[in-house]
């Protein structure tokens, strides 16, 4: 059971879990009309940068190998 939580720490999956998750509140408190937090698009952003920076890593790094 240890290991397979932490591969899951390790991978991917979890930063994009944790990304549709916030872009998720953020969409649904936009659409009802609620203000959305400063905070909370501050962090959105800043999850959704090292998303992306971890993915063009991955690749790149399997690329070179």
């Given at each position: 059971m240890r290991k397979e939580?932490?591969?899951l720490l390790d991978?991917?999956?979890l930063q994009a879990i944790l990304t549709?998750?916030?872009w998720?509140?953020?969409c649904y408190l936009y659409v009802t009309g609620?203000?959305?937090p400063d905070t909370l698009l501050s962090a959105?952003?800043?999850i959704l940068g090292f998303y992306f920076h971890?993915?063009?890593t991955q690749a790149l790094t399997a690329?070179?190998?």
């Open positions: 939580l932490r591969t991978n991917s999956v549709i998750m916030v998720g509140v953020i609620q203000a959305v959105g952003s800043i971890s993915a063009a690329r070179e190998v």
